[in-house]
């Protein structure tokens, strides 16, 4: 069976979607990742087929160049400029998709839910496909907050309501994306389809996500192709990263990482490294990125620190040592930390952060702080909560101990397979 992996080229949604592909191919089928050129290095480094789109428009490193800039901005600013580069990959995917699947003709596709309505594409060449959710999935009926506000889950009238004015403020964000779905369905004749449907372009046949059903809000209105899994990592396909082990001390790690698209938040980074960088008894290890220099984070650690400040850090293996991380909120960052059963202190700055940090509040894995909340006082005081009460260590551990034993992954690609034999055999029936 021949199946098309699309990944968004973001790394928080290649690393997941080429873990599903490594997997997928490992039970014997043809797997082909397709991409823009950001996605090459993974693909060589997990020895799957690469198909590149958009090699004009997005060359090898042009969008970690965007994502650079993007990482200096706080909200508002952030999503628009964020936005503005899902819509150019949303119009290069939808020009460009439908020839390389010609091309290709898989007899699946397992589609990113980023970028938005792509799955107009496949449903239009009459192609089965199975949407996955690399980030936290939206609610869209209004009965939990939507993922891009931290609002606590509350069954009252008034939250009910909140929640519903949180969806069409989401919505119309997304009016230049649901114009781009309805210009294309248009024009490829798909006229019987509800334009005004946040879901419009998702399969019908699955939608995947990687969120542990137990890490979510309670929700008996979720979509009924909604399936929850758990991570897909699988700990292959990643570059290896130097890292000075031997300036480790043999402490406690605190690990601190706002992710790919947050680095550039200078003050953020200063401040995780003014608090921790005194804090007896741990070590303070920091991956700060390319962005911000390193001398700046330094600059904020006490003369006797043993902090460790670096670009990049590999991130799993220091979780394994960790007592606590102090995250983003990425959704990938959080599973990697909830898979070693590290409790955490979040600092969402956008996207489905706000959501993903109320669910580790939600859960007792940990606490957060919106950033424009942020001070000295208000994370030290979340850390001493997070390392002095064992609830939230216990309940990280016990959800370490689920995602084991129900193998996200495994799921994940059981699901694929099932679904894409069930198809192809209806298909020559």
């Not at 823009?36 to 090898?60: C, G, K, M, N």
């Not at 993922?147 to 939250?159: G, K, L, S």
């Not at 699955?206 to 059903?213: D, E, F, L, S, Y």
Request: proline share 7%; aromatic share 8%; net charge neutral.
């Amino acid at each position: 069976m021949k199946v098309a992996f699309v990944a968004a080229p973001f790394s928080g949604h290649i690393n997941p979607i080429s873990a599903l592909a490594r997997r997928f191919a490992k039970r014997g089928h043809d797997v082909l990742l397709v991409s823009t050129e950001e996605a090459r290095p993974t693909a060589v480094a997990s020895d799957l087929r690469f198909i590149a789109y958009a090699t004009q428009t997005y060359p090898y490193g042009s969008i970690r160049r965007v994502l650079e800039e993007t990482s200096k901005l706080e909200e508002p600013q952030v999503y628009p400029a964020l936005s503005n580069l899902l819509i150019g990959l949303q119009k290069t995917l939808m020009k460009e998709l439908p020839s390389l699947l010609r091309e290709i003709s898989p007899d699946g596709i397992v589609l990113d839910i980023v970028p938005f309505s792509v799955g107009l594409v496949p449903m239009r060449l009459g192609i089965p496909y199975v949407n996955v959710s690399c980030g936290l999935h939206g609610d869209y009926s209004g009965f939990t907050p939507h993922c891009f506000f931290d609002w606590r889950h509350e069954e009252t009238p008034e939250a009910f309501a909140r929640n519903k004015e949180g969806v069409q403020r989401f919505l119309e964000i997304l009016k230049p994306r649901f114009a781009l779905a309805k210009e294309y369905a248009v024009s490829v004749g798909l006229f019987d389809l509800d334009f005004a449907d946040p879901l419009i372009g998702i399969s019908k046949l699955g939608w995947i996500t990687q969120i542990p059903k137990i890490f979510d809000f309670v929700n008996p209105h979720q979509p009924s192709q909604l399936v929850y899994t758990g991570p897909f990592h699988d700990g292959e396909g990643r570059p290896t990263i130097g890292f000075p082990w031997d300036d480790l001390t043999g402490e406690p790690i605190i690990y601190a990482s706002m992710g790919t698209v947050h680095q550039g938040l200078t003050s953020v980074l200063q401040t995780i490294a003014k608090i921790i960088g005194r804090r007896s008894g741990y070590q303070l290890v920091m991956a700060i990125g390319p962005v911000v220099d390193i001398e700046a984070v330094r600059s904020a650690l006490p003369s006797f620190s043993s902090a460790i400040i670096v670009n990049q850090a590999p991130q799993i293996e220091l979780l394994k040592r960790s007592a606590l991380f102090i995250t983003h909120a990425g959704l990938n960052s959080t599973l990697e930390s909830l898979a070693q059963g590290v409790p955490m202190v979040a600092v969402p700055v956008s996207s489905d952060q706000p959501g993903i940090a109320v669910r580790i509040e939600y859960t007792n894995v940990g606490k957060f702080v919106p950033l424009k909340e942020l001070t000295t006082q208000s994370l030290a005081s979340l850390v001493d909560e997070v390392l002095t009460n064992p609830i939230y260590y216990q309940k990280a551990q016990a959800i370490k101990q689920i995602l084991a034993k129900e193998n996200g992954i495994e799921k994940a690609v059981d699901i694929l397979e099932s679904t894409f034999k069930k198809a192809t055999a209806e298909a020559s029936a």
